[in-house]
């Protein structure tokens, strides 16, 4: 295997390795949150319905921990095996916030098997629920961590270069780069979202499979309430992430957004396919939207593609990842803000088959577009692997054994799928909901 093949499967590797961690990690953001609403819920409003739905979401959540803790440690060991350059650079630039990210998992994991554990064991219920704090934040944080991480990798600072290596390293400037704030924020906001509109998409198939239970529709209102606020959010701060790249990787929002010629009162340019290299057809523009996104004035000029070299250019095709992206994002956020009316109002049709179906698709769609957007973020950074510093090319190992490292993690993400899916439905289609209030109500 040549160095180029060797650079080749180690990218095709770690992005299948991210692509199927963001599932579980994104998951295991957003769940603990709605399972602290769902607690409180039922202790304010002394609601059983609540208080089972934190129950059952808690037993499902378990089973994402216990992947995303594979494909997360999986993770850490490609960055040393496939990428001894970049972590020979920047390892101690990096080694604060992976500590951090671990010890913040701990902490999570630590506190939930409390939580899990001590259902029956506490009187007053809000003391029980109080454990679900650190949960909750050990969850977010070790999010936070890890995207310092992404981020310092695309505006990388708190150092010295000399002789090809990072010297006097100050790791909390590193970690509190200029990408930090806008992608924490993204990435906090639509995990919130995508966990919600996952719960909200069950409940929905639920009922829409016979089970047409209270339970079922308390969920549906909690959930898309949730979604909503944070699919509005996530649209917030997509906006200040978008003045973030005007700034900060021109050539990244040129790319994604197809901007080839730089100019004054530049418009936005969705869907389209491209010919002869540059020249867009079919494609929708937004008068002035491009201009209005990097810097807030319908006639600012925007740097175009062609104040860049082509081998400093980011693949085209991200920007298709940021339209799949833009627009999941505003369809939940309409579904979110139909049904919620639609219930104030007491509208039938938000309880039609038809509805029901979209805020099924909503979850999937919602997943689809965390993949879309950490794709987008990741190959929107290329060529480099760290920005200005170090390319893709040079930062891979040559090891001629990369082929067979990826078919065995394929095996390995294959099973851990099939076995979680597994799992999760077994466990819940074995103990319906109807079943389980029954039996609380026979045992109370």
Known sequence: MDNEQAVLYSRILTE???????????????????????????????????????????????????????????????????????????????????????????????????????WDRFENQRKHMLLLIPVAIGASFSAIFITMVNSFMNTPQGFEFANGYMVNVNPILAMFNPAMPTKVAHVLATAYMTAAFVLASIGAYRILKGSNHIYHKKALLLTLKVGLIFSVAAAIIGDFAGKFLAAYQPEKLAAMEWHFETEEAASLTLFGILQNGDEVKYSIELPYALSILAHGNPNAEVIGLDQFPSEN???LYIHYLFNIMVLVGMGVTVLGLVYLIGKFLRKKFIHSKFFLWLIVTSGPLCIIAIEAGWWLAEVGRQPWVLRGILRTEDAATTSNQVDLMLYLFIGLYLILGIASAIVLIRMFRSNPVERELADQKGGG
Not at 23 to 47: C, H, N, R, S
Not at 94 to 113: K, R, V
């Open 16 to 118: 299948l390795t991210l692509t199927f961690h963001i599932i579980y990690a994104t998951i295991g953001v957003g769940v603990p949150l709605m399972i602290f609403l769902a607690q409180w819920l039922g202790i304010k409003k002394q609601d059983e319905h609540y208080i089972l739905l934190a129950r059952r979401w808690t037993r499902g959540y378990i089973i994402t921990v216990a992947v995303g803790v594979v494909t997360g440690t999986a993770i850490g060991l490609q960055l040393n095996l496939l990428w001894p350059t970049f972590m020979e650079i920047a390892g101690n630039a990096i080694a604060l916030p992976l500590f951090m990210e671990t010890f913040a998992f701990f902490f999570e994991a630590i506190f939930l098997g409390i939580y899990l554990y001590t």
């Open 313 to 315: 250019i980011p693949p």
